[in-house]
Nanobody, 120 residues
Framework: VQLVESGGGLVQPGGSLRLSCAASGSIFSINYMGWYRQAPGKQRELVAS???????KYADSVKGRFTISRDNAKNTVYLQMNSLKPEDTAVYYC???????????????WGQGTQVTVSS
């Protein structure tokens, strides 16, 4: 299984970016999909998550600005980021908990990370 992220880059404060993370390989189902970020000198933190049932969770710092969504047919999770601030600058990682065989055992997979820089 491989998770491939895209959509990062440099954006001015107040701008928008949309991150994508596509999972490929031998996948039975994906329950949990999440986005995390890590800024220099800081611990990795949860940004947003979404379950297969559509339940979402957001960090307080991004509520009202970021939206997480998923396309189950494409095994892809998205993060729409609006009203970006310099403090959103970080490497963003996607995380999936994947059932490979349908037996109810889930494995944790991470993407390689994509840099988001918010600066004028």
């Amino acid at each position: 299984v491989q998770l491939v992220e895209s959509g990062g880059g440099l954006v001015q404060p107040g701008g928008s970016l949309r991150l994508s993370c596509a999972a490929s390989g031998s996948i039975f189902s994906i329950n949990y999909m999440g986005w995390y970020r890590q800024a220099p000198g800081k611990q990795r933190e949860l940004v947003a998550s979404i379950t297969s049932g559509g339940t979402t969770k957001y960090a307080d710092s991004v509520k009202g600005r970021f939206t997480i969504s998923r396309d189950n047919a494409k095994n892809t999770v998205y993060l729409q980021m609006n009203s970006l601030k310099p403090e959103d600058t970080a490497v963003y990682y996607c995380n999936n908990e994947i059932d490979l065989t349908g037996r109810g055992v889930e494995y944790d997979f991470w993407g390689q990370g994509t840099q988001v820089t918010v600066s004028s």
